[in-house]
């Protein structure tokens, strides 16, 4: 059981997925492409139609308080704009059209997370990213939909942030952001947070975070690890090296089966229709090994 016993009835549907499917796949800002677009309902259909077992979605806010699913950055390419939206008021936003993949407009408006909610009420996971900046006015609109059991928030390790979770009266389930070992000691010296995995984030596999006694720690504090294996780039690596890239292009068992290997139990990645069933078939070796 991953999270601690105090707040496993919130925890329930996490660990019911841990134990239904042994490792978790978390699929990065839905699966989108053609005219299907990241961060929108339509792509989250898909991403769970292709054997997500969770969703990653990131939120930015308006100068007036509207929070927005979208990842702020990928305004030239999604919107066809070159002011960032966070920078824009709600009106301004709600004007905007995105661009699909072949950078055609479409009639596909960027949704508010209010608007959202309602629609993944229910079983589906939620990984929520970047909203580390409003905190408070996020919670405020979560506390309205009843939803704790399929919200995981994701976030830095800074005083802010810990000292929110650590005193926020719900304790909806929490995972940091790691950097380095002294990073996963600050986090565990707050003790009130319904913490339930760390995302470690590793450039090479010497990395002291990327070694299994790590991962075993970890593991017997009762959190899991959720490894990043998304492609941002040809020299970003979050994870070793151990990537969807290296994944499809050369061998499945040279990326994402590694990761299995070390025991990682939740990964991110952007092609969930290729991981899935290696996923399962990895797993099914592995029972008739036993």
Partial sequence: ??????????????????????????????????????NTLPAFKVALQQGGDMIEIDLAK???????????????RLLNETDNITTMDSTRID???YYNSLFCRTNTKLDRLEQVLP????????????????????????????MMNQLILKGPVNKETLEFFDTYEKKYMFMPIVYSVQEIETVLSYTNINLVGMELIVKTDSDPLFQNDVIERLHEKNLF????????DDYTFLYGGLDDDTSIIQSPDLGWGKIIEKKVDII?????????PYRNERLKEAELHR
């Fill in 62 to 76: 308006s100068t007036d308080g509207a929070i927005y699913l979208f990842h702020d950055g990928g305004e030239p």
């Fill in 1 to 38: 059981m991953f999270g601690k016993a105090i707040f496993s009835k919130i925890n329930g549907l996490l660990n019911q997925r841990f134990n239904e499917r042994g490792v978790l796949i978390a699929v990065h800002r839905g699966s989108f492409g053609g005219n299907i677009i990241e």
């Fill in 119 to 146: 629609h993944l009420k229910g079983d589906t996971l939620i990984n929520i990213d970047r909203a580390w900046d409003f905190w408070p006015e996020l919670v405020e609109i979560l506390d309205q939909h009843d």
């Fill in 95 to 97: 004007g905007l059209s």
């Fill in 225 to 232: 690890v959720w490894a990043n294996a998304i492609t941002l």
């Fill in 268 to 276: 991110q990645t952007d092609w969930p229709s290729l991981l899935s």
